[in-house]
């Protein structure tokens, strides 16, 4: 239900709608990692890092929201196509559209200049498809789920990432409405590191309804009142990360 926190596998679903009513399906957003012969439609946001594709098969459309709404909204006005240089940044507020190959290449012929189109990006649960993802962190493998170790001796569980290696997870007690934080530290001659199966113990004996792995290893990070408080796996210290979860004191000023 609105406002339930959550930990799931998620899948993404995006969609473009025309004014003419016809729909196509967007593969994802802010990647490359698509490169169906057949076409695929891709969305990029002013986020995306990388260089746009600019193949002679691939063309973009550069979307502005409508009414002043973010690129989460799903109506925007179509603004005509734009020519990619090599380091352009995408324009502030705007959601830029990637029809790649095949019949997408003509479908872009189709938009006219400012025509109204709908785009519609969302996240589900895979375990109930009507639950939307509002906002989340990524993370991976889950191991704790309805208070069960749901770790097993089957992918993704085995392997190198399966082995003992520092670990960073949270976990969700819903009854008591608390979040544990838990950070191992790994390979070094003081701490072997945790594995996925001993990590989940550790949440159920806490009695986590569920609980997910995050980004470890080196990057197993645990910064408490402005210091780190854990001993970094990699000899250069601390890893530059991307993401990361913050517990501040409500009313404290920071």
Not at 17 to 42: C, F, M
Not at 108 to 120: D, H, P, S, T
Not at 219 to 242: H, I, K, Y
Request: proline letters at 4%; aromatic letters at 10%.
């Amino acid at each position: 239900s609105a406002g339930d926190i959550f930990m799931d596998t998620v899948y993404f679903k995006g969609k473009l709608k025309l004014a003419n009513g016809r729909e196509y399906p967007i593969a994802g957003v802010n990647t490359n990692h698509y490169n169906d012969s057949t076409g695929v439609l891709k969305a990029f946001t002013p986020a995306y890092s990388g260089q746009l594709d600019r193949r002679p098969s691939s063309s973009y459309l550069l979307l502005h929201p409508a009414s002043g709404e973010s690129h989460t909204a799903d109506a925007w006005y179509a603004s005509g196509g734009f020519t990619y240089e090599v380091g352009q940044p995408l324009p502030e507020g705007t959601l830029a559209v990637l029809f790649d190959g095949g019949h997408y290449h003509n479908t872009r012929q189709l938009i006219g200049e400012n025509e109204r189109v709908a785009v519609k990006l969302t996240l589900h649960s895979r375990s109930d498809a009507e639950q939307e993802v509002v906002e989340h962190v990524s993370g991976g493998v889950l191991l704790v789920q309805e208070g069960k170790n749901v770790v097993t001796d089957a992918p993704p569980y085995l392997g190198y990432r399966g082995g003992h290696h520092p670990r960073t997870a949270v976990g969700y007690n819903r009854s008591e409405r608390t979040f544990y934080w838990l950070v191992a530290e790994g390979r070094s001659d003081k701490s072997r590191g945790a594995s996925y199966y001993e990590m989940a113990e550790v949440f159920r004996m806490l009695g986590c309804d569920e609980a997910v792995n995050l980004d470890g290893g080196g990057s197993s990070t645990l910064w408490v009142n402005g210091e780190v408080v854990n001993v970094f796996s990699d000899e250069a210290g601390e890893r530059p990360c991307m993401n990361f979860l913050l517990l501040l004191r409500e009313g404290a000023d920071y």
